[in-house]
C-alpha cells in the first residue's frame, strides 16, 4: 500500500514543478525587450521628458507631485503612495542649506522618474547614458533650494536604474550610501516589481535620513557667528538714539521759530477755538446750480463767543509810521444881506453893513416897490422907543427902500 501510494504523489509533485518552470520564464520575457515592435518604441530625450510640477498631466499625474511617469509604468494610486513618502522626507528632515529661514523649513527633496526607453546619443554605452540623462534631468528639475535633492531614475525596458544625489546632500549622504540602498532593491527590479522596488529605495531613503538627523549629521542648521548677533544689537541701539537726536531737534526747531518768549501751551486750546471759528464752510452754496435739496437743508451758523466778539470790537492801537493828510479847507460862507420886513431893516446878528446908510435916499432906486403907508408915515414905527429897541432897524417918514 505505502508502495503504490507514493507513486501518484510523486507524479502530482513532479508536474507542480513542470508548471513553474514556464512561469519564471515567462516573467523573464516580459520584462526584456525581444517581444517589443520596435516601431512602437519612444526614446526620451531630457529636453522632452515633462516636469512633474510645471506639467503634472504630461507626466500621469492630476496634480503637482515628485513623480513623473509618462509612460505609466505604475498605476496613479502607487505613485500618490510614493508622494506621501516624498513629502513626509520633506516635513520631518530639517534644511541643510547654508541660509536656512522661516520661508525654506523643509527638508530633502526626492524626485522620481521612470521611463521606458532613453535615448543614447552617439551610440553610447547604455550605462554612461543613464548616467549623463540623471545629471541633465536633476538640474533640469531644480527641486531642492541649494541642491539639496535626490533624484530616483528607472529604464524599464533598458533595465537600467540610477540614483543621482545632490551637492548638497552628499556630503552628509554619500553616493556610495546611494548605491548601497539601490543594491538593496535590486531584486524587485528583477522580477519587474518597479513600484516595490521604488517604495523600498524611498522608504530607506527616508530611514537613513532620520538616524543621520537624530545624531545631529543632517539638519544641522547653520548658526550666525557670535559677532552676528551682537553687531545686530549694537546696529539697534545706534538707531533708536539716532531717532531720539532727530526727534529733539525738531521740537527746538518748533519752539525757535514759535518766538519761546511768547510761547505758552495754555493759549493752545483757546488758539484752536478760534481757528475753528474762522475757518471757512466746507460746503459752499453754489447759487448758480438750481439744487432744490440744497436750497431746502437746513443751514446752522455756529455763533461766536463773547471772547472772539470782544477780540474783534476791540480797538487796535497802533502807531502811525507816516503822518495823516490835513483836511481840506471849508468852502466860504455865503455873503448873508438884511432882510425887509414891513418899510424896516433889520440885519442879522452879528452881519455888519458899513455900506449902508437907512437914512440916505439915494441907496434905494426908483425901480424898487414901495413900501410907505399912506399917512407917509411908518406904521411898524409907532414911538422912538420901538425903534430904540430894535438893533440895525431905522424908520423914517419919508419913503423907505431896501435892498436885498
Known sequence: MRESGGGPLAAILAALLCSCAPLAVSADSWCSAEDEDPDSRWYWRVDEYPHPITQPRYCNRYRASFVCDPDRVINKKQADSLDWIIERIRNETLCICPTCGKSQARGITLGVAIMEHIHRPHNLPISEAVRLFAERLRKQWGLGHCDDDILLLISTKDKQSHTLVGPAVSGVFPQEVADQIYLESRGHFSNCDFYEGLESMVQSYFDMLRRLQLKGLVGARVQPPP????????????????????????????????????????????????????????????????????????????????????????????????????????????PQTATLSNGCYASPSGVETPHLNVSDASDSSDDERSTSDSDGECTSCESEAAIASTPGASCSSTKTHATV
Open 227 to 334: 559677532g552676528t548677533s551682537a553687531g545686530v544689537i549694537v546696529g539697534i541701539v545706534f538707531g533708536a538714539l539716532a531717532l531720539m537726536l532727530l526727534a529733539v531737534g525738531a521740537v527746538l526747531l518748533v519752539v525757535r521759530r514759535c518766538d519761546a518768549q511768547h510761547f505758552s501751551t495754555k493759549s493752545i486750546p483757546e488758539a484752536l477755538r478760534r481757528m475753528r471759528q474762522l475757518r471757512p464752510a466746507r460746503h459752499r452754496h453754489h447759487f448758480g446750480r438750481h439744487n432744490s435739496k440744497a436750497a431746502t437743508a437746513p443751514s446752522y451758523v455756529r455763533a461766536p463767543t463773547a471772547a472772539a466778539v470782544a477780540a474783534a470790537t476791540t480797538p487796535v492801537a497802533q502807531k502811525l509810521t507816516t503822518p495823516l493828510a490835513a483836511p481840506p479847507p471849508k468852502p466860504p460862507r455865503p
